[in-house]
């Protein structure tokens, strides 16, 4: 039996729920998103960036609700706000994300179990709120991952952990829903090192502010690859030539990448700069950091 052809409306026809878009690649997709026409509801966890992103999108409608990734009812509350104040749901696109960097045995289980919370059960959690109304109506489900679902990197285990989960997660699901011949797409968007705040903010136990190995791409490349997503569908989405060839190389030598990560992966992910764990992202939303890109102390490309 063969899978359901999925159509999917124009993004100006569409409302796009955007889950994480305060800062980074969630807040680029949002702004993105209006300005070709869709109405947006953008949820996060802090109402002082997520009303800056409104003042910001212009005339474009966008409807704003907070809720923590890891809270099933209150990403619930989003899909409520979504069809209460727009009456449907076309994409729904999670973004939301936190890190915590060190190795494994620094990590401490309340850490690691946080980074589990938000970065595997939100996409969880978000499918749960979602599904029903795509169901319906027809639509996208689109997880923004990691190229670290395909293929962890040493001192981000918990995050490792957290995208391979995901990876798992959406291939089971996108099945399921093609045997049901639901018209329901499932992508997920797995970028190479993205030049948002997420470093900054990631809890560290490296002595030092987490860095993104290059080279680094912008946030906007993983927008307009969410928002191509929300009108064709789309399996897995690779963003940055990086990314693509570390998942190569994973597929012809996983023995190659592990010693190309111990010769290089510990030294490019820690900048010089001086941080201990907190003030940061992990428990608690900063309050305005409603910043689409930040620094990430590597090549920006």
């Given amino acids: 039996m063969g899978a359901t052809r999925v159509q999917l409306k124009p993004l100006d026809q569409q409302v796009v729920v955007v889950f994480g ?13 209006t300005r070709r026409g869709a109405t947006v509801v953008a949820a996060g ?6 009303q800056t992103l409104a003042d910001e999108a212009g005339p474009g409608p966008v409807v704003v ?4 990734a890891a809270d099933e009812a209150a990403v619930g509350s989003i899909a409520e706000l979504a069809v209460e104040r727009c009456g449907r749901i076309d994409t729904w696109a999670h973004v939301a994300g ?4 060190g190795r494994f045995e620094d990590v401490t289980s309340e850490e690691f179990r946080r980074v589990i919370d938000v970065d595997l059960f939100g996409p969880v ?6 599904l029903p109304h795509l169901r319906r109506g027809g639509g996208a489900y689109i997880v923004v991952s990691s190229e670290v679902a395909k293929r962890a990197f040493p001192l981000a285990s918990a995050y490792s952990a957290a995208k391979h989960g995901v990876d798992g997660f959406v291939e089971a699901l996108r099945v399921e829903l093609q045997h049901d011949r639901a018209p329901v797409s499932v992508t997920q968007v797995l ?4 030049a948002t705040p997420f470093f900054e903010n990631a809890r560290t136990r490296l002595g030092v502010r987490p860095s993104g190995p290059p080279p680094v791409y912008s946030p906007e ?3 307009e690859a969410i928002l191509a997503a929300a009108v064709r569908p789309r399996r897995d989405i690779v963003v940055g030539g990086a990314a693509k060839a570390q998942l190569v190389a994973q597929r012809l030598s996983p023995r190659l990448v592990d010693a190309l990560a111990r010769a290089t992966a510990f030294r490019l992910q820690q900048s010089k700069v001086p941080k201990g764990p907190g003030p940061d992202a992990l428990f608690e939303a900063p309050v305005g950091e409603d910043r689409v890109r930040g620094e990430v102390t590597t090549t920006h490309r």
């Fill in 221 to 223: 490349l993983v927008a």
């Fill in 21 to 33: 878009a305060s800062s980074g690649i969630g807040r680029a997709t949002a702004l993105l998103a």
């Fill in 65 to 68: 609700g907070t809720a923590d």
């Fill in 125 to 130: 959690h978000g499918a749960r709120a979602a």
């Fill in 98 to 101: 936190v890190g915590a960097y």
């Fill in 191 to 194: 970028p190479a090192a993205i």
């Fill in 45 to 50: 966890r802090d109402r002082v960036a997520l």
